[in-house]
């Protein structure tokens, strides 16, 4: 068969079908490999933003909250949260977050760290 | 005790679904044989059959066609009951779904290359969810679709094309889209 036959077997709505396939394809490769690197560790107490920081250089940062105070750590290109006086300590084994759109979130000392990219994405509990 | 005799008479739609789903099963073997890249990512030449069944006959007939399909192909692989069977099952099951509201499209515009597309991305969703769900509970499995959905454009179409060419001498290739079956 020529190829001119096998386009013959396409009806006018394949076309369409096709080419939305195709844009979905195109929007689904942009969104899910653009995301880039982490680039600043944005810092919350009780919601407020307390800190933002580049993940340029190493620092340790530390917040007060209602239990006492919650100590993060920055270092090029990732950060975590050292030590927080929550009971269960969710947060800090979390370890290094390194990921645009990670957070680890220590709730009973209403501490947050997230890191950010360049475009705001959905973040690692939010799927 | 009088012995009694169970026959079980195999009737013409009978025979003729276990004709299709030998083929499909035929495909599917072979295709295992071909190296992939990335495992998952197969043409699935047997969807072919089943868009060949739907187009025909209609969607309960491809429904156990490819039911048939995944069961004895697995069979056939040595992965009844394996991940590789499930994955399978879930995408036979979302593209059913699929193959179930395309062969309502109108069949002036539509043919069985859009339907084939169409199951094609049914089918890598089930099989995402599922992966995402059980065998990998980590949202990384979603880098993937990007990749998964190109291969689901490509393969779709290629099988629709298929589908199509095999269709074309048929008199009507409308979607017999009746329930009863």
Redesign the interface.
Known sequence: ?TPRA?LR??????W???CA??A??AA??LT??SSGPAQRAQIRSGGRLVAELPLTSARTLDVDGPLGRTRIEVAPGRARVVSDPGPRQYCVKQGWLDRPNAIAICAPNEVSLALVGAAPDHD?IN? | MTPSIIELRASEKDQRIARYAAAAIALGVAEAAIPSPLPGIKPGLANIVILVVLFRHGWREAAWVSALRVIAGSLLLGQFLAPGFFLSLAGALASLAALAAGAR??A???????VS??AA?FHVAGQLVLARAWLVPH?AV??L??VF??A??LF??VN??AA??LL?NDRAAAPVAAPGG
Do not use: E, K, N, Q
């Open positions: 068969m096998w077997l396409l009806r006018p709505g394949d369409f079908t096709l396939a195709a979905a394809v689904l490769w899910l490999t690692t799927y | 499209l109108p002036r515009w539509f043919g069985p290359v859009s597309v169409i991305f949202d979603f880098l679709v990007p959905a190109a689901a454009l779709g179409t629709g094309l199509a060419r074309a």
